[in-house]
C-alpha cells in the first residue's frame, strides 16, 4: 500500500530514517479513526523508508527530554483538555527547540483556552456541518506538501468551521469550495490546511481526516507524507 508515495529524498534526513511520535490522547469526543490514522501513519513510514514510528496517549510522555528523540510529534484526533500546564511547557519547549508539529483534523478541538496551542495549530475548530462532499483546491501548487495533489480534488469528510481565518499568518496548502457543499461559514476563503514555521520549529495542520477511509486513500496519505517530510526539517 502507498507504493506510489513519491518521497523527496531532498526533504528527507541525511538518507537516514527519522523517528515520529503519534500522541492520540481524548479529553472530549473521541474519533473511532484513530486506530486506522496511527496503521495509516506507520504504512507510510514503512513504504516510504523515511521514518520509524512510536504511539502512546500517555500524556506524561508529552515533556522536553522525551519528545527530543522525535523529529515530528503527530497530535492525531486530540481534543479537549488533554495536557496538564507541565505538558504542555514540554510540548513548548521541543517546538522552541526546533521540533516539528504535525495536527490532524480534531487537533484543532484541544487545549482550545491555550492561546500558544491554538497559534501553534493556527486556528480554532468552531461547529461543522454533516459530513458531505466537497471540492479542494491547492493552493501554492509548488509547495512541497502539495506537490502531489491535483489542482481540484473532490473529497468527503467533516468540514471544519474556525474561529479564524489564518490565511494572514500561515502558507495556506488547501482550501474548500464553499459553493461545492453546505455548512461552510467562512466564504469565499475557506483554508482547510496549512502549515507556518513558528516559535523555532515546524507546524502543519490538516483538518481532513475524519473517517477511516483516509488513512487508506493514496491522496490523502500523500498529503499526510509530505507534510510530516516538511516538519522534520529546522528552520
Known amino acids: 500500500m502507498f507504493s506510489n508515495v513519491q518521497v523527496n529524498s531532498s526533504l528527507t534526513m541525511e538518507s537516514s530514517r527519522f523517528a515520529v511520535f503519534i500522541f492520540s490522547k481524548t479529553a472530549g469526543y473521541r474519533h473511532e479513526s484513530i486506530p486506522a490514522g496511527i496503521e495509516g501513519i506507520q504504512r507510510l513510514g514503512d513504504s516510504s523508508g523515511a521514518f520509524t ?7 506524561s510522555l508529552i515533556n522536553a527530554k522525551n519528545l527530543s528523540r522525535y523529529a515530528v510529534v503527530i497530535f492525531l484526533q486530540t481534543s479537549g483538555d488533554f495536557l496538564t500546564r507541565d505538558q504542555l511547557v514540554g510540548l513548548q519547549s521541543y517546538v522552541r527547540s526546533g521540533g516539528g508539529f504535525v ?6 478541538c484541544g487545549m482550545t483556552r491555550e492561546p500558544w496551542y491554538n497559534e501553534l ?8 456541518p454533516e459530513p458531505q462532499r466537497g471540492v479542494l483546491a491547492a493552493e501554492n501548487e509548488d509547495h512541497f506538501i502539495t506537490s502531489s495533489l491535483p489542482a481540484k480534488w473532490e473529497w468527503f469528510d467533516e468540514w471544519y468551521n474556525f474561529d479564524r481565518n489564518p490565511r494572514a ?7 474548500i469550495d464553499e459553493k461545492t457543499y453546505t455548512g461552510g461559514k467562512h466564504s469565499e476563503d475557506h483554508p482547510i490546511a496549512w502549515c507556518r514555521e513558528f516559535d523555532g520549529g515546524r507546524s502543519f495542520y490538516t483538518s481532513l481526516g475524519h473517517f477511516d477511509g483516509a488513512y487508506s486513500d493514496q491522496k490523502f496519505m500523500s498529503h499526510i507524507l509530505n507534510g510530516i517530510l516538511w516538519a522534520a526539517q529546522k528552520t
Request: charged share 15%; hydrophobic share 50%.
Open 53 to 59: 514510528v512510536d504511539s502512546s496517549e500517555d500524556a
Open 121 to 128: 495549530i493556527g486556528a480554532v475548530f468552531t461547529d461543522h
Open 169 to 175: 499568518v500561515v502558507t495556506v496548502l488547501l482550501s
Open 103 to 108: 495536527g490532524i483534523h480534531c487537533a484543532a
